[in-house]
């Protein structure tokens, strides 16, 4: 179709629109790039470029370069942000600068940033409506050929993996720094922010590297972070809050918002190579993500059952990624790599802290429960096995047996002096001392009664038959 004299390339007031908005978050792009995360329904780009081509004849944009596989950079000028920011409905404070000249090297960072973004938003590819070609009387369009096996033909492809917001959920080149009194170090400048609350996710702070400065360049970014996120001010009800927060929503877990590091090695490193920047990275930044260790007192527990739990309130989820794996799993998809997991998760489950506070006191009460339950069962065999020995103790016998014959008399002991038995025997009415199991009552009075004159100088007579 023509054009119009004011917009010759053929436009759309719609398309115009989404360069706007993509140029608006993204500051520079090529028109595959808006296409793609605006409206991938479109045949191909060509109404991005036409848009484009428009809108340059205006002074809203403006191209100063071409990236490195040839496709022309798009950018605003100041007019042009202006208009941005009335199709994205934000203030002109939040909108950043122009990002003029970036075009001129090519962009490097800027164009994996916009991968980033076009691979975590994932736009639906949306129903366009063609104009009809004119038909021959009698005629109809071809039926769509059926597909294997008998199966209904499919418009696009399967199972296409979904997407996490919109452009308006992105901010690009954002920079966190909290006005202090105290200190006038610089902040961090952020490549992309995500707020996508629709999605039961916090804030997202994203960082793209391209793999071409050393890891501990990248690493160093984690300190600022951590600086920004500790950074307090005066809230309106006059008490302390955390800095980020004047901006941001809140996001519902311990600890500071989550940081995703998207690599891009594309062909300057090997596998190996991306394996130990990773790990370098992790090594050099565990003061940030790891948390605070606090060991389980046990009150007693065997020692098998001792645990205990990290405390997050100061510390900074750090997830790792690649290009590669958002392109082609999406977002939601198990391409996320949290320090300290350990494990390919998905994004919900990479920001989960399964050994937190929560967590243990979740496991304290498990392991608790289990040995309240030993303990009972414990007492009811105490109580089962007592009632059982007491019912056969208590228990009379209904059938009693016949008295047996009379049991014997104990043999008395004899006298160790005469023989005779050491008992009283009846009819002997004289005294004697006490029986003393040894000697019969005789001998007991012959040998305790005091001595005569006689028998002390003499010795006693013997006895006679």
């Not at 991938?40 to 596989?69: C, I, M, Q, T, Y």
């Not at 366009?128 to 294997?148: E, F, H, L, N, Y």
């Not at 096995?385 to 016949?402: H, Q, Y």
Request: aromatic share 6%; hydrophobic share 35%.
């Amino acid at each position: 179709m023509g054009g119009s004299k004011a917009y010759p390339y053929g436009s759309t007031t719609a398309v115009r629109g989404h360069v706007l908005a993509a140029l608006g978050v993204l500051k520079v792009a090529t028109a595959d790039q808006m296409h793609r995360l605006m409206a991938p329904g479109h045949k191909d780009n060509k109404a991005f470029r036409n848009a484009a081509l428009d809108l340059a004849r205006h002074g809203l944009v403006v191209s100063e370069g071409s990236s490195r596989d040839g496709h022309k950079i798009w950018s605003l000028t100041p007019v042009g942000l202006d208009a941005a920011a009335e199709v994205l409905g934000r203030p002109m404070g939040e909108m950043g600068g122009t990002a003029r000249g970036a075009a001129r090297s090519g962009a490097p960072h800027a164009m994996a940033v916009n991968e980033t973004v076009i691979a975590m938003t994932r736009t639906p590819a949306a129903a366009t409506r063609p104009v009809p070609r004119q038909q021959p009387p009698g005629t109809s369009p071809p039926a769509p050929a059926p597909a294997a096996d008998g199966q209904a033909p499919h418009d696009g492809p399967e199972d296409e993996p979904q997407g996490l917001g919109w452009i308006g959920s992105w901010t690009t080149e954002v920079p966190l720094s909290a006005s202090s009194a105290k200190s006038n170090r610089a902040g961090v400048r952020v490549d992309a922010v995500l707020q996508a609350p629709e999605a039961e996710l916090p804030v997202l702070f994203v960082e793209v590297d391209n793999c071409t400065e050393p890891a501990d360049v990248l690493a160093a970014k984690f300190e600022k972070y951590i600086r920004y996120f500790r950074a307090r001010i005066k809230s309106s009800l006059g008490t302390e809050m955390p800095a980020w927060r004047a901006h941001y929503r809140p996001s519902g877990r311990d600890g500071h918002p989550p940081v995703l590091i998207v690599f891009n090695p594309g062909t300057r490193i090997g596998a190996q190579a991306l394996k130990n920047r990773v790990n370098t990275v992790m090594d050099l930044t565990r003061t940030q993500w790891s948390g605070a260790w606090h060991p389980d007192p046990g009150y007693g527990a065997p020692e098998g059952e001792r645990d205990g739990y990290h405390d997050y309130d100061d510390a900074i989820p750090i997830l790792f990624t690649t290009l590669d794996r958002l392109k082609a799993h999406g977002p939601r998809g198990v391409v996320w790599w949290r320090c300290g997991h350990g494990r390919w998760e998905t994004l919900p489950d990479a920001l989960a802290n399964p050994n937190d506070h929560k967590a243990w006191s979740v496991r304290y009460e498990q392991r608790r429960a289990r040995r309240q339950q030993a303990d009972q069962e414990r007492q009811r065999e105490q109580d089962q096995a007592a009632t059982t020995v007491g019912s056969v103790r208590r228990d009379p016998d209904p059938w009693p047996s016949e008295p047996g014959p009379p049991a014997a008399p104990a043999p008395v002991p004899a006298c160790e002096r005469c023989g005779q038995p050491v008992t009283d025997r009846e009819g002997d009415d004289q005294p004697a001392p006490p029986e003393d199991g040894r000697h019969c009552p005789q001998c007991r009075r012959d040998t305790y009664q005091h001595p005569t004159l006689r028998a002390a100088l003499f010795g006693r007579r013997p006895r006679g038959k």
